[in-house]
């Protein structure tokens, strides 16, 4: 059956088995093997991506469900080769070690800090609950996410206000 669908901004269409996965659609047939292969029973969160904007396993989703939607994997996360701000501090805190998690981490964090800008630990903590670390020990993954989320707040506040609502622009 085809299935289209817009991946990391691009649109794909591909004919494929009705009970082929989005996994194995992004790795098999999109050769975007950065999403990866763990338990495939939704257990483990290391085949995560994005799905309107919203955390998938994607191993247990199927690709036709999906067909029309728009997918985000971790390739869909850096811009123009550099790594986005998630990332960059996921490496200086040491967040990754064998990196079999990272991606589908990377992708919880994401979703969780375009959907709660300003997350408590807490909350981080519970957004990645389904995403196994067997390296970590979760920590450093906590504090890369809490650094992003105050490095983005301090960009936002750090942008002129240009909206003109109290200069004398105008009067
Ligand atoms: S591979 Fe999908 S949750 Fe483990
Ligand atoms: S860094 Fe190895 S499983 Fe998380």
Not at 11 to 27: C, I, N, S, W
Not at 93 to 105: D, E, L, R, Y
Request: proline share 4%.
């Amino acid at each position: 059956m085809l299935v289209e669908l817009k991946v990391n901004g691009f649109p794909y269409r591909r004919e494929v088995a009705p009970d082929t996965t989005l996994l194995t659609y992004l790795r098999e047939v999109l050769e975007l093997t950065g999403t990866k292969w763990g338990c495939l029973t939704g257990d483990c969160g290391a085949c995560t991506v994005l799905v309107d904007g919203e955390p998938v396993v994607s191993c247990l989703q199927l690709a036709c469900q999906v067909s029309g939607h728009e997918v985000t994997t971790v390739e869909g996360l850096d811009t123009a080769g550099e790594l986005n701000d998630l990332q960059a501090h996921f490496v200086s805190n040491g967040a990754s070690q064998c990196g079999f998690c990272t991606p589908g981490m990377l992708m919880s964090a994401e979703a969780l800090l375009r959907n709660n800008p300003d997350p408590s630990e807490a909350e981080v903590r519970e957004a990645l609950s389904g995403n196994l670390c067997r390296c970590t020990g979760y920590n450093k993954i906590v504090d890369a996410v809490l650094e992003t989320a105050k490095a983005r707040a301090m960009a936002v506040s750090a942008v002129p206000d240009l909206s003109g609502s109290s200069s004398s622009v105008g009067s």
